[in-house]
């Protein structure tokens, strides 16, 4: 049965694009703003200060910024979506790391899958956890529920993006209808939807071949896509709508009304330099319960190798 779980990735990824567009991942604010939004504070730890905002921006610049993103079910109890979004604001570059929903991990000395996290103790547990298992500090984060996907992406005026084949699943369960044709074209909010969620067919033999994998290049495709045509200055002006939209359907510790402070910063992406990853690790079933086991060696040599720290 299909998911959620692919609607929800392209809602969070969009959540972050929209972020970058208004301020390149926000790199960090001033004093006063960074001590109302850095997350360490949530964590009980103190953030890095500076004697003024402009000695703190020309050494914050030079510091990669690592911002969580989280989408999570109609409940939100259940988070289905986990990804890392780990921005080198010096350089331009971007990499995504994309943590299984089913990964196992142990808290509170109960086994437990790392999506249900948020419901046992919010985002502080799932965020100790995420950089428990990479590594990686996490800056910022972003909680996003799926419902505002499609207005934002009308409000956008589409992404274009290349369909590889003839989609087409219907679901009367889950309401879920997909039809889209083979070829090039714009997609507006509801057939990005269907784009995002495919991964078979009604028929045996339909969809893609690698199944989840497929699905998966699929959403960066369009991620990229949709960075590629969207980070650009004339969508400035539509700031206001998008962040009203997402201010419904999204928890942060990012300050939406200081985004104009780094606007500039958005021209040193480079968007064909934007990687994509996915978590080492491979499926097990223990005790009648399906989990993806994180290989903690690769996963750590992942970032050591491709991430910046």
Known sequence: MLTRKCLLVACTLLSAVL?????????????????????????????????????QMSVIEERPVNLLVLGVDEEGVRTDVIAVLNF???????????????????????????????????????IEEVEKLTGLPINYYILLNFKGFRKI???????????PFNMNYDDPEQNLHIHLKEGRQLLDGKKAEQFV???????????????????????QEFMKA??????????????????????????????????????????????????AYTIP?????????????????????LIETHFFR
């Open 19 to 55: 972020f970058i567009d208004g301020a390149s991942l926000l790199a960090f604010m001033n004093k006063s703003v960074k001590e109302k939004i850095y997350i360490k504070q949530e964590l009980g730890q103190e953030p890095n200060k500076a004697e003024n905002p402009s000695e």
């Open 88 to 126: 080198n604001a010096a350089q331009g570059k971007l990499n995504i790391l994309s943590i299984a929903r089913d990964t196992k991990v142990r808290v509170k000395g109960k086994t437990s899958k790392i999506n249900a996290l948020v419901a046992i103790g919010g985002e502080r547990l799932l």
């Open 153 to 163: 992406v009308d409000i956008l005026g589409g992404v274009e993006v290349y369909v």
């Open 197 to 219: 969620r495919y991964r078979k067919g009604n028929r045996m033999g339909q969809g893609y071949s690698d199944g989840d994998i497929g699905r998966i290049k699929a959403q």
């Open 226 to 275: 949709l960075l590629e045509q969207k980070v650009k200055f004339k969508y400035i002006s539509k700031a206001g709508e998008i962040f009203y939209t997402l201010k419904k359907y999204v928890k942060t510790n990012i300050e939406i009304g200081d985004v104009n402070y780094y606007l500039n910063s958005l021209k040193t992406i480079k968007y064909d330099e934007i990687k």
């Open 281 to 301: 690790g491979e499926a097990a079933y223990i005790n009648n319960i399906w989990y993806f086991i994180c290989d903690e060696k690769k996963t750590r040599d």
